[in-house]
């Protein structure tokens, strides 16, 4: 079962493993069942690569993306508004302030990240206290009922501190590219440690 790297693309064995595994195929006809070893065809290959791609392209920029308390700012706001105030029914109020902030660019990540009107009671003082201090809401994150520092460490700001922004790139595709690289590479490394596709059995 040595490894052999002269010629990766073509396989990943020595010659005494390769007769082995031929003698092995040619041996073993799974219950009358045969199998070739013809090449993955192009057309599939194609339509994998399509299918990650689009799952990818469909998901951007929202896989991933945390809610920061710069999301309910609005939410925050419109709960001292008049007419949400009157309204004595949490679901109805809850309702209005989501009408009230339609339309300001962050429908698709409100919608993705629903808040009940008792969490938003809740972190309503914690984001008005941020806001009071004049820091960057988009630095903070919204876990649960809570509102704490988020916990990324990007560029130095001019202070000296972090960034703790999520950068554009980072909504969770980074675990996501090093799984399917992880996945194609071990699909890779056991297609390649068969005989080469050169090789037909003869089925006896």
């Known amino acids: 079962m040595s490894w052999n790297f002269d010629k990766p693309l073509v396989t990943l064995v020595d010659s005494a493993t390769n007769e ?3 003698a092995l195929w040619e041996r073993e006809d799974l219950g009358t069942i045969t199998e070739d070893n013809n090449r993955m065809p192009l057309p599939v290959v194609l339509l994998v690569v399509l299918t990650v791609l689009t799952a990818f392209a469909v998901t951007f920029p929202l896989w991933g993306q945390r809610p ?9 706001k419109s709960m001292n508004l008049p007419e949400v ?16 902030n339609l339309g300001k660019g962050n429908d698709e990540l409100l919608e993705r990240h629903p808040l009940p009107m008792n969490d938003l009671r809740i972190i309503k003082p914690q984001i008005e206290a941020l806001m009071a201090k004049g820091v960057n809401l988009k630095e903070y994150t919204v876990v649960g009922d809570q509102v704490v520092m988020a916990n990324f460490e990007g560029n130095v700001k001019a202070d000296g501190t972090p960034e703790r922004i999520q950068p554009w790139w980072d909504k969770g595709y980074t675990i996501d590219i090093f799984y399917v690289t992880y996945f194609f590479t071990l699909v890779i490394i056991m297609i390649k440690r068969l005989p080469p596709s050169t090789w037909q059995p003869k089925h006896h």
């Not at 920061?68 to 925050?76: I, M």
């Not at 949490?90 to 009408?99: G, L, N, P, R, S």
């Open 20 to 22: 082995a595994d031929k």
């Open 68 to 76: 920061t308390a710069a999301l309910y700012e609005g939410y925050v």
């Open 85 to 100: 105030m009157a309204i004595q029914d949490d679901e109805a109020a809850m309702k209005k302030i989501i009408q009230l």
